[in-house]
């Protein structure tokens, strides 16, 4: 039996693995990989995650509660205010060729398990409530057109965020997600 190093290493493998899935997805990285860059043994894995799909599901799982925290900070004295900076949030994880990451566990749906599709599903829950309350407060102080179905609104301000961040990838000098998220923000604007 292997003697425990003192080493934070259940943290690094949720830290890698988030890693490895915002860049490459879930289907696209093994435990060796995760030891090769943690340098240690793939089976010294096991010890920390029975399987794949725990791991995943507690990298989605703190993913979900940090994002969550993220938003909560988000102030603005207008709902469009807020909804711009919501947006940066996606912004700065497409920086560095990142997507989501529960876009990216949503892209290998059929290879996950249980675990990660119910953290996904309540990543997209949690944000869209969250976009449509601040859609709701809009329409309330007069930013928005006053017929808007907040709920169908916020489902379309976060799919193209999602879909945004996606293409961020594959194009040199497109529109930023910033840019994309404004031209949403006038649809809703009163006319």
Not at 91 to 106: K, M, P, R
Not at 122 to 138: D, Y
Not at 142 to 171: I, K, P, V, W
Request: net charge negative; hydrophobic share 45%; proline share 3%.
């Amino acid at each position: 039996m292997a003697r425990p190093s003192g080493r934070p290493l259940r943290e690094e493998l949720i830290v890698s693995a988030q890693t490895l899935i915002q860049q490459y997805g879930v289907t696209a990285f093994s435990y060796g990989d995760l030891a090769a860059n943690l340098g240690i043994r793939a089976p010294s894995i096991h010890h920390h995650f029975r399987n794949k799909e725990d791991l995943v599901a507690e990298v989605a799982q703190r993913y979900r509660v940090g994002f969550a925290g993220r938003v909560a900070m988000i102030k603005g004295r207008s709902a469009a205010s807020r909804l711009r900076s919501y947006a940066l949030l996606f912004q700065e994880t497409a920086t560095d060729g990142s997507v989501c990451l529960c876009a990216a566990v949503a892209g290998d749906w059929m290879n996950v398990g249980d675990g990660p599709r119910i953290e996904v599903q309540l990543f997209i829950e949690e944000q869209t409530q969250w976009i449509a309350s601040q859609i709701t407060r809009g329409v309330e102080l007069g930013e928005f057109e006053q017929n808007l179905d907040a709920e169908l609104s916020a489902y379309m301000f976060f799919a193209g965020l999602e879909g945004a961040t996606l293409l961020q990838r594959t194009r040199g000098n497109g529109p930023t997600i910033a840019e994309l998220a404004e031209l949403t923000l006038q649809l809703l604007r009163i006319k």
